[in-house]
């Protein structure tokens, strides 16, 4: 049970009782339960169609560029794309449910953090313009889901891709410090009001609806970010100023390999 505005009345100086709205939440626990159990199917159910669309569009561009149809290549290498972006909408949701769930898997290992930001670069710098300039400083191993790192990675990258529509370069940056790994992702773009900076990692929270239209997303992404760095005992932040730019930036314990 949950009791909303709650008022006290007060009979000679002394609470005697609250009178409120009193909901019974398990309601609301069973409602959400079931909307995540629908989620999780139906994203599930999702993928495997995707996965042969995205082979076909694959074959496709294949058999037009030895046809030498440059053109129609071009339509099925787009295909691909807009593919690969709904295949990535459907694994937030699809997280979404895991964690809720309290089921998200973290497969632990030691890996290089400057190999995996490289890695990381080279396939977003294929789907920008924009110059991913890069700022690193010397860096060690760490201990923790390379898979799951390069997804925090990737979603940081190119959210500073998408909200910075004007700029034409965003900075990626790495170094140690206290035993950490610091990972950041500056962008030149339409950054955020302070008030709304400590809200950007809740689940399905936009900071401007009307945003909607103009920068697509569901509000996922940096939620599921949070939860994988806290999951490996690191840090996620951001700093941020209106019309100017954001930078985020997330930090892992170094691995002793001792
Ligand atoms: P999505 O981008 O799908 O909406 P995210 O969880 O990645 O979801 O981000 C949540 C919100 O935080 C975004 O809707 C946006 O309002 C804000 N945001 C995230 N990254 C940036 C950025 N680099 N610059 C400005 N706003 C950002």
Known sequence: WFLSRAKPVIVDGVITKWVGT???INEFKNLSTQKDTFLGIASHELKTPLTSLKLYAQVLERMMVKSGDERNADLARKMDLQVVKLTSLIS???DVTKINAGK?????DYFG?????KETIEEQQMSTSKKIETNFDVIGTVF???????QVMTNLISNAIKYSPAADRIIVSSKVQD???IFSVQDFGIGMPADKLEKVFDQYYRVAEDQNNTFPGLGLGLYIAA????RSNGKIWVESELNRGSTFYFSLPLAHND
């Open 22 to 24: 009193c909901t019974n």
């Open 92 to 94: 937030d949701l699809l």
């Open 104 to 108: 998200i898997h973290l497969n632990e």
């Open 113 to 117: 953090f400057d190999e995996l930001i």
């Open 144 to 150: 923790a889901d390379k898979e799951r790192t390069a």
């Open 179 to 181: 035993n950490n790994v």
């Open 227 to 230: 939860e994988i760095i806290e």
